[in-house]
């Protein structure tokens, strides 16, 4: 493979669900590594299928997605796996196991590089302690190491996810509206967290973001995503009101975050495909 | 199918429908009275009458003598063993023929769907799995225990041994097709984030599913468990030893009450098992 300066590359990327609803409709990105991303834009936007394809989770209905380089259509089982292990993903709900031990969700980061039977045995003595309790600290959570995650509140849960994710010690992070159900204050902290990760690391971050403000508070590079398309590409300072407006035209739009905690679910559950 | 369904809750005046269905639900009975020789009074007649009486008046007192009550021990330890061991065959077919059977597992869904997209081989491979799975535990449990018990007597000989084999065999089809369900009725969002991460399908299952699932495979585990201790001793009437076959010899015998010591001993067995589980089930 060659080696590229694309940490990503996506071609008239569309992807239908079903027969006729369309999620993203013809997006053209490219990403450089070690570059910082904010994606904002309407509920149903297509943000969330966006990272659904980023991550590998989805396949494109048509177009093309490289991800170093690689096209990634035609990887299957362990090469995909391999793929996979280098991206890691922060989710608005956690998305952590509610019943395990939070050491456990922090420790499965590294699940790519483990054996299943090494993962298996970690279930029943944890191995590799002191990466976790590594991971933890650096979010601030390091005493809950032995506590149930469904015992943490939601920022902290949002935390040992982010813990996670640096277990993973992936090339990319993706974050899909990871602050949008935690209060204001602690929504800018795990931003921050996650820039300081990124730039301490180089690690490439690309983050969806229902405040547009933090977006254009902390990111080089906002991408306005409305209708399964970018309707622009730019640095903070070249985005209008006028843009933003037309952005969110019709829809609703969270400047302030004046929920705080009210838990969001996700406007685009994955469609069945019966 | 839908659209009867809904015809049935909001009958339109043109439709026919709801009016033919319950005719034919009143026929099914009306005939099935007469075919399944449903003759009430017969029991009230002086024969049946007299066979009913002496049944229950010979089973009272309970023998509760110790002279029986000893012979009794080793056939009821024998029932408990057969349900643990038959239990545990039962897991041990059901749990692998679950997972295969388990269709946001192994064919649709968001941890396939990547997977499956353009792989033609790996997509008819899986489903090949999932349609066997399903077969075979589907063939397991619709074949009633009592009637693999017949058949594993002829296969391995008179005993416990063949109770044990067909427990296993009844209860691993109807643990593995509850236990699938089970696993598709676990929150996927877990799951799809460890999928993200680089896990592979064991991975994923042990760390998201199995946790995500296990009061509900717990609980249904031993309720199966209080199933098969009941149905170890039934069995013994086909000669699969334990309580059962006690039974079948003092009713031969026209011994009834000792029938009903045992029927004593099996209830208090039963209460047992169901203390016990509700005990494991609130650790969880």
Known sequence: MRSSLHQYRLEKVRKLFGRNQVALDGIDLTVRRGEKVALIGPSGAGKTTLFRLLNCTLRPTSGKVWMNGEDVEGLHGQKLRQVRRLIGTVYQQHNLVPRLKVIHNVLSGQLGRWSTLRSLVSLIKPAELKLAHQALSQVGIAEKMFERTDELSGGQQQRVAIARVLIQDPEVILADEPVSSVDPTLASTIVRLLIDISENTRKTLVVSLHSVDLALAYFPRVIGIKSGTAAFDLSPDKITEPMLEDLYAGNFRDTAMIEGTSERVDPVPYPTLS | ?284
């Open chain 2, 1 to 284: 199918m839908n659209e009867s369904t809904q015809s049935l809750i909001r009958p339109s005046p043109k439709s026919l429908f709801p009016y033919l269905f319950i005719a034919l639900f009143i026929l099914a009975f009306v005939d099935s009275w007469r075919r399944a020789g449903i003759e009430p009074l017969v029991l009230f007649e002086r024969q049946g009458r007299e066979h009913l009486w002496k049944f229950i008046t010979g089973m009272f007192p309970p023998d509760l003598s110790w002279n029986f009550l000893s012979l009794m021990v080793r056939p009821a330890l024998e029932t408990i063993q057969i349900s643990l061991w038959g239990t545990l065959i039962a897991v041990l077919i059901g749990f692998p023929l679950g997972l295969l059977g388990t269709q946001t597992l192994v064919i649709r869904g968001i941890l396939n769907e990547a997977e499956l997209q353009g792989a033609p081989v790996r997509r008819s491979l899986r489903y090949g799995l999932y349609f066997l799975a399903r077969g075979v535990l589907s063939l397991f449990r619709s074949i009633p225990e009592f009637v693999w018990a017949f058949m594993f007597v002829r296969a391995v000989g008179l005993g416990p041994f063949p109770g044990v084999l067909a427990i296993g065999v009844a209860y691993g089809g109807m643990l593995g097709k509850v236990y699938s369900e089970i696993f598709e009725g676990v929150n996927y969002r877990p799951l799809e984030a460890l999928q993200s991460l680089g896990a592979n399908k064991l991975q994923i299952f042990f760390y998201g599913w199995f946790p995500q699932a296990l009061p509900n495979f717990v609980s249904y585990t031993l309720y199966r468990w209080e199933c098969a201790v009941r149905a170890s001793a039934i069995l013994g009437l086909v000669g699969a030893g334990g309580l059962g076959q006690q039974i079948e010899i003092s009713m031969r015998m026209f011994n009834f009450n000792e029938v009903l010591t045992i029927l004593i001993m099996l209830f208090f067995m039963v209460a047992t098992v169901d203390y016990l589980s509700a005990k494991v089930r609130a650790l969880l």
